[in-house]
């Protein structure tokens, strides 16, 4: 061999020494990884089994070869690269550190480009279900009013929509507690279709019965008034949502849609009742089957679930936790029949004792398990006060064994919602070009509804003042007589 082949035999080695360093590589088989300072070596064909991920990828972890120390340079967590090269060494198998969370641990599979499809198979195996296709109605109107009432989060239109009935659901729910108040709850009195005139008594010497006629009937109170207007919300929504429903089927087996129901139902009951009474004849539905239907209008509370993501997590968690909680009432039936036996004979023979037989301490149990301590019942022997004391530490006890594994599910269920609000994409039908003449009914409608409130508020505001006005004619009528 001559001195020039020597030479370009020579130049072709180093040319061949300089490639691997070039694309990131050791001159070996073998590659060298810093980790925050803990160095790892693995094979090469090791880490080109996933080439598409950053590792396995020549000129994807180019950016992180330090030349000088012939090493990859990581600035990441320890222990989470322990399972990423688990993972290239066993060829697939991605398992989370224990004492890893799983948000952190979700970085660094980001952070590695393992792939989105490796990525999601990790979330399955961790329990996220996967998300779920939203079937649209065929049709294209449905489909605009589908995504209007549905999804508060795809267009404008579909948020002004949410506020409105959100408003609408709180009105409801104010009014449901509002006439429940001394004051007003007189006033219906008074103004109940018993007789043209209503009597009130003033304390005078003589007792002086001064009539104040009726100046409106149940139909113009102005809580009916301003429930009916909710009410006509609260079914204008449902019609809509059925009517553009995917499927009519899963419409009536959705919760949400039996919640929406249920609020709306009492109303007519009401209605019907209001209606009988009117036209002279008697209901058949008794008093007590009104006020449980009246009772049901709380439920409307929940509506406000379709709008909250918070109450749909603590509904998820409260599913989750049911085995926890039928556990926690089993311990405290036990509790409550083995600490009521143990006061009631402790106390059988105190003469001034509450504790008469053991059904009657059911009540002074529950309450001393539960650590709220009502103070009606109480025992008063040394007996009976040592058993209180048992009952109450075993109920703090009993409480507090399931309520890590509530608060488990809850922050399960809290990231879970968190990462799925990260990464979920919006491909519906955009509303907000194609609806514009259903926005401007629907701004129409939010009109029609705010005058008919303001009209209500103003009404009654009317009716106080005339009947307070009366009240102060009468007073001084008598103060100038007497």
């Not at 094979?43 to 030349?67: C, E």
């Not at 204008?236 to 499927?247: G, H, K």
Request: glycine share 6%.
């Amino acid at each position: 061999m001559n001195k020039l082949e020597k030479e370009s035999s020579g130049k072709e080695v180093r040319r061949e020494n300089r490639r691997p360093l070039r694309s990131g590589w050791a001159l070996t088989e073998r590659l060298a990884i810093n980790v925050s300072g803990m160095r790892y070596e693995t094979q090469l064909r090791t880490l080109a089994q996933f080439p598409n991920s950053l590792l396995g990828n020549p000129r994807r972890r180019l950016r992180y070869y330090d030349p000088l120390r012939k090493e990859l340079f990581l600035d990441r967590n320890r222990i989470c690269f322990d399972a990423i090269l688990y993972f290239y060494q066993s060829g697939g198998r991605l398992r989370r550190p224990a004492n890893i969370p799983l948000d952190m641990f979700l970085e660094e599979l980001h952070f590695y480009e393992l792939g989105d499809e490796i990525i999601d198979r990790f979330k399955e195996d961790e329990g996220f279900p996967k998300e779920e296709e939203r079937p649209l109605p065929p049709k294209k109107w449905q489909q605009q009013i589908w995504m209007l009432f549905e999804y508060p989060e795809s267009s404008s239109g579909a948020r002004i929509i949410a506020i409105i009935s959100v408003m609408v659901i709180i009105l409801s729910i104010l009014i449901f507690c509002l006439e429940t108040l001394p004051e007003f709850r007189h006033e219906k009195e008074r103004n109940s279709p018993g007789g043209q005139y209503a009597t009130s008594t003033f304390p005078t010497n003589a007792n002086e019965t001064v009539p104040i006629s009726s100046t409106f009937g149940p139909f113009q109170d102005p809580f009916f008034i301003v429930e009916t207007v909710c009410i006509c919300w609260f079914s204008f929504e449902l019609v809509m949502r059925f009517i553009s429903a995917p499927s009519k089927i899963h419409f009536f087996k959705d919760i949400m849609n039996i919640i929406d129901f249920l609020a709306i139902m009492p109303f007519f009951v009401t209605l019907g009742t209001e209606l009988a009474k009117d036209k002279g004849t008697q209901p058949s539905v008794s008093l007590a089957l009104i006020r449980v239907i009246r009772l049901v209008r709380v439920f409307r509370i929940f509506k406000l679930s379709r709008h909250s993501k918070g109450l749909q997590i603590l509904g998820q968690t409260l599913k989750a936790s049911l085995r926890e909680l039928a556990l926690l009432i089993f311990f405290l039936f036990i509790g409550v029949i083995l600490f009521s036996s143990a006061v009631y004979f402790a106390e059988v023979d105190s003469p001034d004792t509450l504790f008469t037989s053991i059904p009657e301490a059911f009540w002074w149990a529950v309450v001393s398990m539960t650590t709220v301590g009502y103070g009606d019942m109480c025992p008063g022997t040394v007996g009976g006060k040592l058993v209180g004391s048992m009952c109450a530490i075993a109920g703090v006890l009993t409480i507090s064994l399931p309520v890590p594994v509530i608060v488990s599910n809850f922050s399960y269920f809290y990231h879970r919602e968190m990462e799925c609000e990260d990464t979920r994409v919006y491909t519906h039908v955009s509303t907000c070009v194609h609806v514009r003449v259903f926005l401007n009914e629907a701004h129409v409608l939010s009109l029609v509804f705010w005058i008919s409130a303001f009209n209500s508020v103003y009404l009654y505001i009317h009716q106080v003042t005339v009947v307070s006005g009366l009240c102060a004619e009468t007073f001084t009528h008598i103060k100038s007589t007497y």
